[in-house]
């Protein structure tokens, strides 16, 4: 399959007043239309870095060292600021954690709506195209919708609106990082529900950053596993939810029904703590955490490939 997207060889620091903080390390993969990829690991491991880099909207302060970002063979990290903010919302949009943060409190749903749709592409400002693509993600009265405010509406009914405003302008690329993290158990479950609905009638690329393995099971056909600013695993989530092979990616998954939580679903804690990423080891990151570590871990980390689709960065995980 063609990626629509795809995140080569990328290195992302931060400057902090310890250092660099290396945030992504030579992160590499792709997309392709119609497919649904997750992004899951511990808090801290880089996933909003990757996400942010993937539209283009890193922090200031975020340095990026090496690689590229490709949108049809474009490099959008490379582009001049107006040709950035052109593909913004047109061909990759973005739906964040906490839908209040996307929404200006002193605007109603409708007129904020309009304006995004309309930088773009006038005829989508209509208010009934606006309305329809409010019912499209189930909000139940658009039109009232659209005469709120943002603060009228529920955390769950906000998100429903961000989504619909990522979706106006058709993007080729929707990425969403932890779209239900901030929502009650719930809400949490009817918007998966209305993403696993849009998967079949958005024919882009979905990238869904979450902590939560039941989205990924529900909603991805693959998944990358990041750890430490690197993606120490990846492959399809049937592949390597029944055969994961990096010590990390297996204590994540130690699918021990009492270690995942039954409610949330959410990945357990595992033992130790993530390292600093001001001073990475030129080994395995992992290593101290690791049961099966061995002295090769302390040199660098060869990329295996165990079968279709599956690449594993451990040292343990070879022929
Ligand atoms: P979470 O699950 O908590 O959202 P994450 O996987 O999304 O975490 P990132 O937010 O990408 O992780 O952060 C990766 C690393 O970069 C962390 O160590 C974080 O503290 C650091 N970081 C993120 N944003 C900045 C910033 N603007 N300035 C400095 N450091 C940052
Ligand atoms: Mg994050």
């Avoid at 592409?121 to 409010?134: H, N, T």
């Avoid at 039941?214 to 596993?225: K, M, N, P």
Wanted: aromatic share 4%; net charge neutral.
């Amino acid at each position: 399959m063609t990626a629509i997207i795809s995140v080569e060889n990328l290195s992302i620091s931060y400057r902090v007043p310890g250092g660099n903080l290396r945030a992504l390390r030579d992160v590499s993969l792709s997309v392709a239309r119609g497919e649904v990829l997750g992004i899951m690991g511990e808090s801290g491991c880089g996933k909003s870095t990757l996400a942010a880099a993937m539209i283009n909207l890193l922090p200031t302060g975020a340095r990026i060292s090496a690689g590229a970002v490709r949108l049809a063979g474009t490099d959008m990290l490379r582009l001049s600021p107006e040709d950035q903010r052109r593909l913004r919302g047109r061909s990759v949009a973005m739906v964040f954690q906490d839908p209040m943060t996307a929404f200006n409190p002193v605007l109603t749903i409708g007129r904020q709506l309009a304006d995004f749709a309309g930088a773009h592409d006038p005829a989508r400002a209509a208010p009934a195209a606006l309305a329809a693509m409010l019912g499209r993600v189930g909000i139940p009265d658009p039109q009232r919708c659209l005469d709120r405010y943002p603060h009228e509406l529920s955390g769950g009914m906000r998100q429903r609106v961000a989504i619909a405003a990522a979706l106006l302008m058709q993007p080729d690329v929707l990425i969403a990082d932890e779209p239900t993290t901030a929502l009650d158990v719930t809400m949490e479950a009817q918007i998966i529900h209305l993403l696993r609905d849009l998967r079949s009638s958005f024919d882009g690329a979905i990238v869904i950053v979450t902590h939560h393995l039941g989205v990924i099971a529900e909603l991805c056909d693959r998944v990358a596993v990041m750890y430490a600013g690197q993606v120490v695993e990846e492959g399809p989530v049937d592949s390597l939810f029944h055969d994961p092979r990096h010590p990390y990616t297996r204590a994540l998954l130690a699918c021990d029904p009492a270690v995942v939580d039954p409610a949330s679903g959410r990945l357990p804690a595992i033992g130790g703590r993530i390292p600093d990423l001001t001073a990475l080891p030129e080994g395995c990151a992992f290593a101290p955490r690791c049961g099966m570590a061995q002295p090769a871990c302390a040199s660098p980390v060869p990329r295996h490939h165990p079968g279709p689709g599956r690449s594993v960065l451990c040292h343990g995980a070879g022929p």
